[in-house]
Nanobody, 126 residues
Framework: QVQLVESGGGLVQAGGSLRLSCAAS????????MAWFRQAAGKEREFVAA????????YYADSVKGRFTISRDNVKSTMYLQMDSLNPEDTSVYYC???????????????????WGQGTQVTVSS
């Protein structure tokens, strides 16, 4: 059973940066596709960024491309999301997710992931 714990959220002014972390335990880190999703109040969950299962490719939502960077440290079993040039529309609860057997075409689909963290709140003030 994989456990995921996010950290790094907080309050930041527009134009600022935050780095989220997702620490994993209980599984073989490199075996999973990994992703970040977010959900703003009153809205549906949306895809943010992902690693393919092999870790060789990264994928981003158009809304964050060029501003957010997903990375991973296999030794620390931790995934990161560096968020730069934040704007108020980025305000959400951010979740990390791991999935076994997630094919590339399904990386943006939250339903394909087996394990989820508890979420961390990111608030961007204008």
């Amino acid at each position: 059973q994989v456990q995921l714990v996010e950290s790094g959220g907080g309050l930041v002014q527009a134009g600022g940066s935050l780095r989220l972390s997702c620490a994993a335990s209980g599984g073989t880190f490199s075996r999973y596709a990994m992703a970040w999703f977010r959900q703003a109040a009153g809205k549906e969950r949306e895809f943010v960024a992902a690693f393919s299962r092999t870790g060789g490719y990264t994928y981003y939502a158009d809304s964050v491309k060029g501003r957010f960077t997903i990375s991973r440290d296999n030794v620390k079993s931790t995934m990161y999301l560096q968020m730069d040039s934040l704007n108020p529309e980025d305000t959400s609860v951010y979740y990390c997710a791991f999935g076994s057997g997630v094919i590339t075409s399904n990386l943006r689909n939250g339903g394909a992931y087996n394990y989820w963290g508890q979420g961390t709140q990111v608030t961007v003030s204008s």
